[in-house]
């Protein structure tokens, strides 16, 4: 592996170049960001219709996808319920009180 070398002339057209980049994300979104979000909003009116029409299937399909969440990202749903009862991605919380524990007097 070759040892690169740095200037500073180097360093600043490379955080122009990002900013440049960075300015034509900004134009992106102004063009096509409304669309995409007069878009969504129909669909939810759609998807609000479909469920009041089906409620079973609808039930279905929140279980399900919350099913997929779930196995997807299995800690959005045990880091809350497990930080609730003393523990933290370290280990067990310091200074918790347990149940055989003197109350301080």
């Known amino acids: ?8 002339e180097g360093v600043v057209a490379g955080g122009f170049r990002i900013m440049r980049a960075g300015l034509k994300g900004e134009g ?17 009116a759609q998807a609000a219709s479909w469920g009041a029409e089906i409620p079973t299937l609808a039930t ?18 045990t880091a809350p319920a ?13 200074g918790m009180p347990t149940i055989t524990d003197e109350p301080t007097r």
């Open 60 to 77: 279905c399909a929140v279980v399900g996808l919350t099913g997929v969440a779930l196995l997807a990202a299995p800690g959005c749903a």
């Open 28 to 44: 992106l979104v102004k063009i096509y960001g409304k669309p995409a979000i007069e878009k969504s909003g129909s669909l939810t």
């Open 1 to 8: 592996m070759s040892a690169q070398s740095f200037s500073t």
């Open 82 to 94: 497990l930080s609730a009862v003393g523990f933290t991605a370290e280990g067990i919380q310091a």
